[in-house]
């Protein structure tokens, strides 16, 4: 069965690194997505991603984060200086165009110090 | 704007028990909704989701749940608990329009007592 793959599972980095995490969706699907959880809270959505553009971000995406699909395979999110509050787990997402489904990845720890 | 309210952050129940997890959403239209279970240190499954048609839809691991529209909820249930149900539920609802994003509830951490 097909299965969205993140990598990697963790990341640790200091605060003002740049960092980028990688996602490889599901091959025939559209609409990208990431998502953070900070530790203990729910997952909040940061951006969606269509017709490789941005199709919504929230206000947490601010202009540390961008996306990108390099090669029509990757979907990636940078972060250009992190910060201590950027630590969460980051989930990926794919949907298709005619399903509301989204598959999600086992996501990416990231622990900035 | 959509927003999801999950009753409960955490629910206890003995093995064997009804499970009840609570879910209701705001939305100025029809929604889709998702619930979703977080297993430690894992990423999200899907258990079940309603779009349109039969309002009573059926999951994965013997899940199940009912969109009421005048009541805007869709609880999650489970006739008998079991010990590895232990994880923790997510409610999420997303509109028929725009890009679809997931706005999700709080959780709610679900505790199977032996």
């Known amino acids: 069965e097909p299965e969205v793959t993140q990598t990697p599972s963790h990341q640790v980095t200091q605060m003002g690194q740049e960092v980028i995490l990688r996602c490889v969706p599901i091959?025939?699907?559209?609409?990208f997505y990431w998502y953070r959880q900070i530790l203990g809270q729910k997952v909040e959505f940061l951006v969606s991603f269509y017709n490789n553009e941005i199709s919504e971000k929230s206000e947490i995406f601010d202009d540390q984060f961008s996306v990108e699909r390099p090669d029509g395979s990757n979907f990636t999110l940078k972060i250009r200086s992190t910060k201590l509050e950027d630590s969460a787990m980051y989930f990926c997402a794919s949907a298709s165009d005619s399903t509301y489904e989204q598959y999600f990845g086992p996501g990416t720890r990231l622990t900035v110090t | 704007a959509q927003s999801v309210t999950q009753l409960g952050s955490h629910v206890s129940v003995s093995e064997g028990a009804l499970v009840l997890l609570r879910c209701n959403y705001s939305?100025?239209?029809?929604?889709?909704l998702f619930w979703y279970v977080q297993y430690p240190n894992q990423g999200l499954q899907l258990l079940l989701k309603y779009t349109t048609g039969a309002t009573l839809v059926k999951g994965i691991n013997g899940f199940e749940a009912e969109f009421k529209k005048s009541e805007t909820s869709f609880h999650l249930t489970k006739p008998s608990a079991h010990m590895s149900d232990a994880a923790e539920y997510f409610c999420a609802v997303t509109l028929n329009s725009g890009t679809y994003k997931y706005i999700f509830g709080t959780g709610t951490r679900l505790k199977v007592l032996a």
């Open positions: 091959s025939n699907h559209l609409y």
């Open positions: 939305s100025s239209v029809p929604p889709y």
